[in-house]
């Protein structure tokens, strides 16, 4: 079970406000500087993970029934040091991944923008349709550009009620709502600002 507690905007603009003033946080860590200007997403399947010039990730998940999250993030982190590489990295599972508080397991993930990682993890045994993966896909890759929070979580006054959305908990749809994609935007905007660079072409604007 996941905590959920609903944020509360009294207008569009104070949305907006929030994504643009989100940055801060990000850029405070160096880790995810380097990532967005590495401009670059390694994805790694589980029965070949490979990092790096060794395989020495592999080997540690392989021994475990269960993928610990903390552990594989210090590895990552390690890797990228002694490789003098940032990169994002996107791994995939079929096992559990266990992480502090929580199991996730069948087709969910977890995702550390800051760090630019994301684990997703799927039920070996079960098939997962196209349309679910690339729901979820699409939902993980949202949360790894910077939206930090769920549909569900925040009441913005000022959009109209729209419950169709990638962002909600369980990605039930593919398309993204006015207020999430308003907060992407935003939360760009807030890091082409403070970065004096471009990361967003100019159609999102
Ligand atoms: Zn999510
Ligand atoms: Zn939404």
């Not at 592999?58 to 590489?85: A, G, Y």
Request: hydrophobic share 35%; aromatic share 12%; glycine share 4%.
């Amino acid at each position: 079970m996941r905590a959920r507690l609903i944020t509360k905007f009294n207008s569009i603009k104070e949305w907006k406000n929030y994504g643009l003033n989100t940055h801060s946080l990000y850029l405070k860590n160096q880790h995810f500087k380097k990532w967005i200007n590495k401009k670059e997403i390694y994805i790694f399947l589980h029965f070949k993970v490979k990092y790096g010039n060794d395989n020495s990730v592999k080997k540690t998940i392989n021994l475990k029934e269960e993928v610990n999250s903390n552990e594989l993030l210090k590895m990552i982190i390690e890797k990228r040091k002694e490789n003098h590489k940032e990169n994002a990295d996107i791994f995939v599972f079929n096992k559990p991944i266990k992480s502090t508080n929580t199991l996730i397991e069948d087709g969910e993930a977890l995702t550390y923008v800051s760090e630019g990682v994301m684990i997703f993890t799927f039920d070996k045994l079960k098939e997962y349709s196209r349309n679910f993966l690339r729901r979820r896909a699409k939902h993980e890759a949202l949360h790894l550009l910077g939206i930090n929070f769920h549909h569900e979580d925040t009441e913005v006054k000022g959009y109209k009620d729209d419950s169709h959305c990638n962002m909600q908990y369980s990605a039930p749809v593919k398309r993204l709502c006015r207020k999430c994609k308003d907060a992407l935007v935003s939360f760009w905007k807030g890091i082409e600002y403070a970065t004096k660079q471009q990361f967003v072409k100019n159609t999102m604007h």
